[in-house]
């Protein structure tokens, strides 16, 4: 057997990496723990070949990872899984409690594992499937990817039909990230676009979802009253929970139907109510700034590979209160647009930019929440009727994480918050979402409204 190609980390997974150096204690950071639920009956007998066929057909399955020497990765050419548990559960609580003990125990992937699978029978007779996944192995995009494959290769192996059409190669979407970072041009030309966009309206300033007391107390502390930034990062104190939030079908009706009408992506729209939430309780400052976890998948075959491609971008936006909200949601899709065409610049390099800009130590910076929208539709799954689950890792590294999709049952819209207990309480969490919907709703309905009407009748 030849000795498999040794490839260094690709830029994304330098990002995910990095939290994991730095987290001192609680190396589940890094983890992707989620399942979904079916109601058409599965065959664990069936479901357990399909999973090995996914395994030789998806070869971010096959990855693994080496710290000997530098961090490194290579693909298996095969890999053993041996029997997967099938789990019994005797009631939603019973199911939660497992598989969120499960979600926050480390996986060990410098030492072989990569991922733990199981399937699983719910209380009231329907069938799930279970994966909590190294970071480093795949993104959300990818496990989306995964479970919806997989149910296609169920299908085909229960039919007797032939096998759906191959995966894309991660492997080689690996090849272009590194040939990349080779291309001296291209990287200072990403560069100087970053740097120029946020130069060009001065030093961002610290908005947090707690409010401005952080900011404050760093002034009065380093005698700066003028002080922009403030400590957001912190692998000591990273305790944190998953608060879940459901929002109506008539009122996620109004931010659906806005968004279709418009074509406008879940990223602009849902973003923006959240900004004018984190500006009106921080002095009402125009000026906010959030990462947003962008795919990245854009030829045919990145779009249909697994691994990890997402990456942090920071989009620091100001909103003027006179501009209507079709005219602020507008201006957040001219700067999707704008950063999409420079997304390859590598997170990492971009935290050494910003402090060597601003000046700014290892811990500190403006931005205090990291947001994703996961476009899942109701076909995701093969077209399978599912639900879908996130389960709380216990630990995270910044202030907040959040992230918002359709409900495949519902048609609602799903908000989960991955937020560090140090730092934001439940309370700030419900005072979010709460502002976050009467922001879209009154937006969306009467989109000629201005921001200032808007925030005027925000608590």
């Known amino acids: 057997?030849?000795?498999?190609?040794?490839y260094p980390f690709t830029p994304a997974q330098e990002m995910i990496n990095f939290m994991l150096k730095y987290s001192f204690f609680h190396k589940q950071?890094?983890?992707?723990?989620?399942?979904?639920?079916?109601?058409?009956?599965?065959?664990?007998?069936?479901?357990q070949k399909a999973l090995e066929k996914?395994?030789?057909?998806?070869?971010?399955?096959?990855?693994?990872?080496?710290?000997?020497?530098?961090?490194?990765?290579?693909?298996?050419?095969k890999v053993d899984i041996g029997k997967i548990p099938v789990m019994n559960f005797k009631s939603d609580k019973e199911q939660d409690e497992f598989l969120t003990a499960d979600a926050q125990k480390p996986i060990k992937c410098f030492k072989g594992e990569t991922y733990r699978i199981f399937f699983f029978n719910t209380a009231?007779?329907?069938?799930g499937i279970y994966i909590n996944v190294i970071h480093l192995a795949m993104d959300a995009p990818a496990v989306f990817i995964f479970f919806d494959d997989l149910l296609k290769v169920y299908e085909a192996l229960e039919n007797g039909t032939e096998m759906p059409k191959p995966l894309g190669s991660y492997e080689?979407?690996?090849?272009?990230e590194l040939e990349y970072i080779n291309n001296a041009e291209k990287v200072q030309a990403d560069k100087d676009f970053?740097?120029?966009?946020?130069?060009?309206?001065?030093?961002p300033i610290w908005n947090g979802v707690m409010g401005p007391e952080p900011l404050d107390k760093t002034r009065i502390k380093k005698k700066k009253p003028d002080l922009r930034a403030c400590g957001s990062f912190d692998p000591i104190h990273d305790t944190a929970v998953l608060e879940k939030r459901t929002l109506s079908v008539e009122d996620s009706r109004v931010i659906l139907d806005y968004m279709e009408k418009n074509q406008i992506s879940g990223e602009c729209v849902v973003q923006l109510g959240m900004r004018l939430h984190v500006g009106k309780i921080n002095h009402r400052h125009d000026d906010t700034h959030f990462l947003v976890l962008s795919n990245r998948r854009r030829t045919v075959n990145e779009k249909r590979c697994g691994g990890t491609m997402a990456s942090a971008l920071p989009w620091r936006v100001i909103l003027p209160e006179d501009l209507t909200f079709a005219q602020a949601v507008n201006k957040l899709k001219t700067l999707q647009g704008d950063i999409m065409r420079h997304n390859n610049y590598p997170f990492i390099r971009w935290l050494e930019n910003e402090r060597e800009l601003f000046n700014y130590s290892m811990k500190d910076g403006t931005t205090t929440m990291m947001f994703s929208w996961f476009p899942l539709e109701n076909d995701t799954m093969n077209g399978w009727e599912y639900e879908f689950h996130g389960y709380s890792i216990g630990h995270y590294v910044m202030p907040l994480y959040t992230y918002t999709m359709k409900d495949s049952v519902t048609g609602g819209?799903?908000?989960?918050?991955?937020?560090?207990?140090?730092?934001?309480?439940?309370?700030?969490?419900?005072?979010?979402?709460?502002?976050?919907?009467?922001?879209?709703v009154m937006g969306c309905s009467n989109p000629d409204i201005t921001l200032r009407e808007i925030l005027d009748n925000i608590d």
């Open 1 to 6: 057997m030849s000795k498999p190609t040794i």
């Open 29 to 47: 950071v890094i983890q992707i723990p989620a399942s979904i639920v079916v109601k058409r009956k599965i065959n664990f007998d069936i479901m």
């Open 54 to 77: 996914e395994i030789e057909r998806n070869d971010c399955m096959r990855l693994r990872f080496s710290k000997k020497g530098g961090f490194t990765q290579y693909f298996e050419e």
């Open 124 to 127: 009231d007779g329907r069938n």
């Open 172 to 176: 080689a979407a690996i090849k272009k």
């Open 194 to 203: 970053y740097v120029n966009y946020f130069l060009k309206d001065g030093e």
């Open 413 to 440: 819209l799903r908000f989960a918050y991955l937020h560090r207990t140090d730092t934001i309480s439940t309370a700030d969490i419900d005072r979010l979402q709460d502002n976050t919907v009467k922001a879209l």
